[in-house]
């Protein structure tokens, strides 16, 4: 694949495969510091976004009218919602903008219930069977005489003997998702039960030059609707770490992606606000599983100097890849404008999808510890937040790369 130069001079290319343990770092570069503090000793707050119409978020992808074009659509990226956000703490004079924004997450809440619940994608590791009549949690195996082009040398297959594919519309209860980072195989009933949350509707436009349409310049546009009952209203969630001094956002109407779309800000109180999944309280044999709450975008410098995206994180100290289950690669692009309204800087990367699944294992004289104590500061948080490299660190707070740990087996 050819990588162009971007106009923020970030070279992109497609994901590569790294060394199955952590590679020697390049000069100036350093393992990301863990952070001091826990999520809890900070000021945070809550915030819903609820969409009034379809929400319309670009893929980044060239879209041709004419010529069978048809414009992608996602959910929100991380930068969406932190964009939205930021406006609405900037709206409010005198109120810096948060230090970190984390999200998005798709939570519910059941009729007048001013409570949020989260929900989350479904992990990469939990499949269907191939006869779509249950669930099954693939787990490490040594396979003989099977290889792939992307054999790395102390990496695992994941497999079940009817295993199928993980679905990636489907989205896990926060209770199911909490169950599944103890390790434990999943409720098939639960499962069975779960319908998508968004469906996608598909548009029609035609191109326009000089306020006229243009003869056989068609296109297609897709939209994401929240799938809301008169029982279960949906909305997308993130939790914004306040800087001092800093107050919570106005409620009110706030932009959301492209097309003019308007969503609905709520301020989340404190004894309504969401919870994540608990960590479990030990890793036997300083096994971690990290999953991804929402896309990531792992950077490392290439063969000539410059920066190229790739499947997996930044491996913590005396910490191997045993497996991985990693979602198709999705494209992010982001955009921004100067005071004069001319653009300021453009870019589109890879990211790694949320519900992607990473199984690690420490080694070293105390792995359990090592384990837990890593766990116990990445839980919650986006790996990078604290990173030397500013664009990475950006992306972090910004949201991408939040994980939550589990063990496993």
């Not at 301020?267 to 929402?294: D, M």
């Amino acid at each position: 694949m050819v990588s162009p130069i971007l106009p923020d001079h970030d070279p992109f290319s497609a994901l590569t495969l790294p060394g199955h343990s952590k590679p020697a770092e390049p000069a100036g570069q350093s393992e990301p510091a863990e952070p001091r503090e826990s999520p809890g000793q900070r000021e945070q707050v809550w915030t819903s976004l609820r969409p009034r119409d379809a929400v319309h978020v670009r893929d980044g992808r060239t879209i041709i009218s004419g010529a069978g074009g048809a414009a992608r659509t996602r959910q929100p990226w991380p930068t969406t919602i932190a964009g939205a956000l930021g406006a609405a703490f900037a709206a409010r004079p005198g109120t810096p903008r948060p230090r970190t924004v984390r999200g998005p997450f798709l939570g519910y809440r059941e009729g007048p219930a001013p409570e949020w619940s989260l929900t989350f994608p479904m992990p990469a590791d939990l499949v269907r069977t191939q006869d779509g009549h249950g669930w099954r949690r693939v787990r490490p195996r040594d396979l003989e005489g099977v290889r792939t082009d992307a054999d790395e040398p102390g990496m695992r297959f994941l497999h079940a003997d009817d295993a199928g594919d993980s679905p990636d519309d489907l989205w896990l209860h926060r209770e199911d998702l909490e169950n599944h980072l103890c390790g434990h195989d999943p409720d098939q009933d639960e499962l069975d039960d779960l319908k998508p949350p968004m469906e996608r509707e598909r548009r029609v436009g035609i191109a326009r030059e000089d306020r006229a349409v243009m003869h056989s310049h068609t296109y297609t546009t897709e939209y994401l609707r929240l799938k809301d009952t008169q029982l279960r209203t949906w909305a997308f969630l993130a939790v914004s770490e306040l800087a001092p001094g800093a107050a919570a956002p106005e409620p009110g109407p706030v932009r959301l992606g492209g097309g003019g779309r308007v969503a609905d800000l709520e301020v989340c109180q404190a004894e309504h606000s969401p919870n994540f999944p608990q960590r479990p309280k030990s890793f036997p044999g300083g096994k971690v599983l990290v999953y991804l709450a929402t896309p990531a975008i792992w950077r490392v410098r290439g063969d000539r100097e410059g920066w190229r995206n790739r499947w997996a994180p930044p491996l913590p100290e005396n910490a191997h890849l045993v497996a991985a289950a990693v979602k198709r690669a999705e494209h992010v692009a982001s955009s921004g404008l100067d005071g004069q309204k001319t653009p300021r800087y453009a870019w589109l990367r890879w990211a790694v999808p949320a519900g992607s699944v990473y199984l690690l294992q420490f080694t070293g004289p105390a792995p359990e510890a090592a384990a837990e104590r890593w766990a116990r500061r990445s839980h919650a948080r986006a790996w990078g937040e604290t990173d030397s490299d500013e664009v990475t660190r950006e992306l972090a707070t910004a949201g991408f790369g939040l994980v939550l740990t589990g063990t496993w087996t």
